[in-house]
């Protein structure tokens, strides 16, 4: 049986666009978590950083962080798994210790990425999706978007009840970050702010996107007793290509992660106190807050507005800000999720948010397009726990497979589905602006993205036609050519006809003219030939 594992010291610096260098924060966020431990030297350091290559040009960092923290000869490697980078890092440290060959880990996580122009910061984050959906000009905020549209769809809500779900969120949230000294925004918003801002990807504005941000977390763990235990590991991974999932609205990774973190744990949803989850974009706060088992599916969306996950709702999600108002630096977002958890479970937060009896916290970390996610269950240690899991407390998801791959050179142009659609303001360069893309389901099932050419709003739902432009798919009205001349042809009969039954009236008025011109004539011989033969009679007068 793997050894119990316990969180000997977190630490977090503050979030948001600082000067210092991605090695300074994370040294002064290990060496804070290294003072609460009371530790000098541990036996292994694990780094989670996930493209300092290309945000700062820094290589060998586990190497690097050694030497600055004073710890020669310990044992250091780097883990990725794009933005939950921060949750794997600590993954691997857990099982380090679980496994008792590492008696202390120190887990450290970071990145730096307001200093380049926001462009260069949305290419490097769009190299986690899939490339020939990238090739389309898909970014995550694109992505997002159409996963938003679409499970608007399913839930049957309409465009004004999706906003409010939404904005619900983004407000929540905020008011956590303006109670957080460590987050990069410390202003709550109100609705009217919320919708005045502008949009970014139809339907999400700017206010349902977590910010581009600096900043990194540390955490110990050890074999060594203490307060807080870390008890239940998941993690799981989906199709690169959002299109080859078998649904929108749902992420298997959580999923898979969140059943084998139950399972390790002895836990279920109905245990959580508090939950940090990842919320890049706020539908991801929603579609999350589902796929743990907080709420049955298609109703995340009703618990956020009827404040259910709000500090003093039935279980409160991202009391810190979450990604939204804390902030996210990609490869240091997963880790300070458990840092929060930790704090707030051991009261080391400011009193002014500390929430009541927080004894379970879990955190959901999304990496890529929820393609690689993980789940973290942490309990107080003085908390009563069984390892068996009630059978009402079991968590067992539905899973739905994934599609076939599908080839340029294998489609032949016809009908679709349009499955969900989105207007991008900011696409990529060399893109038209903005961008329509799309999701078209195929009369064989499978599903692929392509450009619009169409002039939106689309129906989602409706059926398009679809076709090939170059290297690229793209949708059009039903009405196509050939069908259009059909159409102005059935037009043409129709203006027809009603000529047609014009000339009729008309023709039927004239005869009735004549027909009556012609009886008036009569009547008048009539009359006249009346009066002739009264003037040959005898009057009686002489």
């Known amino acids: 049986m793997a050894n119990p594992v316990f969180i000997a010291g977190a630490a977090l610096g503050k979030f948001g666009k600082r000067g210092d260098s991605l090695e ?8 804070a978590a290294l003072n609460q431990a009371e530790l000098e030297a541990v036996d292994a350091l694990y780094l989670g950083v996930m493209d300092p290559g290309e945000f700062t040009g820094d290589s060998n960092l586990a190497a690097v962080l050694t030497d600055q923290l004073g710890l020669p000869g310990t044992p250091a490697s780097r883990v990725e798994t794009a933005s939950s980078t921060g949750a794997a890092v600590l993954e691997s440290a857990f099982y380090a210790v679980a496994s008792g060959y590492v008696q202390n880990a120190l887990v450290v996580a970071g990145e730096k990425m307001t200093h380049l122009p926001t462009t260069e910061t949305t290419r490097i984050l769009a190299r986690v999706i899939d490339r020939v959906e990238r090739s389309y000009g898909a970014t995550m905020p694109a992505l997002a978007a159409m996963i938003a549209r679409r499970y608007a769809f399913e839930g049957e809500l309409d465009e004004q009840t999706l906003c409010r779900a939404l904005g619900a969120v983004a407000i929540k949230n905020h008011a956590g970050g303006a109670l957080n000294p460590y987050a990069q925004f410390q202003k709550a918003i109100e609705i009217d702010t919320y919708l005045a801002s502008r949009m970014v990807a139809d339907p999400l ?34 199709t690169l290509a959002v299109g080859r999932r078998g649904s929108f609205t749902s992420f298997n990774s959580t999923k898979q992660a969140a059943k084998k973190a139950y399972q390790m744990a002895g836990l ?53 800000g979450g990604l939204k108002a804390r902030g996210h630096p990609v490869g240091a977002s997963g880790l300070a999720q458990v840092v929060e958890l930790a704090w707030q479970m051991s009261g080391q937060v400011e009193p002014e948010r500390q929430l009541n009896k927080v004894d379970v916290g879990l955190a959901q970390s999304i990496g890529g397009l929820a393609n690689n996610n993980l789940v973290t269950i942490l309990t107080r240690t003085d ?7 009630p059978e009402e407390l079991e968590y067992q998801p539905e899973l739905v497979p994934s599609r076939p791959l599908l080839q340029l050179q294998s ?38 993205l392509a450009h619009g050419r169409m002039e939106p709003p689309f129906k989602v739902g409706g059926t398009v036609t679809v076709d090939v432009e170059g290297e690229h798919f793209v949708f059009k009205h039903r009405d196509t050519a050939g069908e259009l001349i059909k159409q102005i042809g059935n037009l043409a009969r129709q203006v027809v006809g009603w000529w047609s039954a014009v000339e009729d009236v008309s023709t039927g008025a004239v005869r009735s003219r004549k027909a009556a011109k012609l009886k008036a004539a009569r009547k008048k011989r009539r009359e006249q030939a009346a009066d002739g033969e009264g003037d040959s009679q005898p009057d009686g007068r002489e």
């Open 411 to 448: 489609l032949k142009p016809g009908r679709g589905t349009l499955l969900t659609w989105t207007q991008l303001y900011s696409p990529p360069p060399g893109f038209a602006n903005p961008l329509d893309l799309g999701y078209v389901k195929l009369a064989d099932g499978s599903v692929i």
């Open 24 to 31: 300074q924060m994370m040294i002064e966020a290990a060496q």
């Open 268 to 320: 279920g949803p109905a245990d959580i106190d508090l939950a940090e989850v990842h919320d890049a974009f706020t539908i991801f706060e929603i579609i999350g807050s589902e796929d743990l088992g907080f709420f049955p599916a298609g109703h995340g969306w009703k618990a956020a507005l009827e404040g259910d996950t709000g500090p003093g709702g039935r279980l409160p999600i991202n009391a810190s």
């Open 205 to 238: 504005r700017i206010y349902d996107c977590a910010p581009i941000s600096d900043g990194a977390a540390a955490m110990v763990l050890s074999s060594r007793p203490g307060l807080l235990n870390l008890v239940g590991v998941g993690h799981a991974t989906d």
């Open 383 to 389: 908390r009563k726990r069984t390892w068996q899991v």
